[in-house]
């Protein structure tokens, strides 16, 4: 054998040598490619899990505090005739507690800042009248503007204007903060009450 076909033999084996470990090195960097990958999705499927679970949860929390302020309702009935201002204030009380309470779980930002008025103005009449409005009619409208809310949102409709009479409290709220703040004042007290957007 000559040493020319020996070189050649020896240089044809280290080439295939070679090619054999940069083959194999480049799967093994494919593998660790696809690991990393691999583990990049399960994280994101995880993540995603995570996030549904979430929203499923406070989706079921938000309909517990629509039934729970629905309830409160009914629990606590206001009537408008044959009823002593004390027990109405007393059920209003109640309700306010519920509804304070309940609010902060709702999701759909309008329905929260309506339920949070009419707690608001239902704070106000367990004092005294608000404009007009007996505390118990206070708390006749506000169950009948609740249900009208609650019934738009199940439905998954726009939220209606308000009833008549819930409206006219409504559009007063400025004049009813005003005269509430003054006997607040008057009594020695220096709260002020806090815009309702913050709730």
């Given at each position: 054998m000559e040493w020319w076909t020996i070189i050649t033999v020896l240089i044809g084996g280290l080439i295939g040598l070679s090619g054999d470990f940069i083959g194999?090195?480049?799967?093994?960097?494919?593998?660790?490619?696809?690991?990393?990958?691999?583990?990049?999705d399960a994280e994101i499927a995880r993540s995603q899990a995570i996030e549904d679970d979430d929203r499923k949860e406070k989706l079921a929390?938000?309909?517990r505090a629509v039934e729970n302020i629905l309830f409160a309702y009914f629990e606590n009935p206001v009537r408008l005739v044959n009823q002593p201002r004390e027990e109405a204030v007393l059920s209003i009380a109640k309700i306010c507690r519920v509804l304070g309470f309940e609010q902060s779980f709702i999701l759909n930002g309008e329905l929260r800042q309506r339920i949070v008025e009419i707690c608001h103005f239902m704070d106000l009449a367990t004092e005294s009248d608000v404009g007009e409005y007996s505390p118990a009619e206070v708390g006749f409208l506000a169950r009948n503007e609740t249900r009208m809310l609650m019934g738009a949102w199940?439905?998954?409709?726009?939220?209606?204007?308000?009833?008549?009479?819930w409206g006219e409290i409504r559009r007063s709220r400025a004049e009813i903060e005003a005269r509430w703040q003054q006997?607040?004042?008057?009594?020695?007290?220096?709260?002020v009450v806090p815009p309702l957007s913050i709730y």
């Open positions: 194999r090195l480049g799967a093994r960097r494919q593998a660790q490619i696809a690991r990393r990958e691999n583990l990049e929390r938000e309909l199940a439905r998954g409709e726009d939220l209606p204007e308000s009833i008549e009479g006997n607040l004042r008057d009594a020695g007290l220096r709260v």
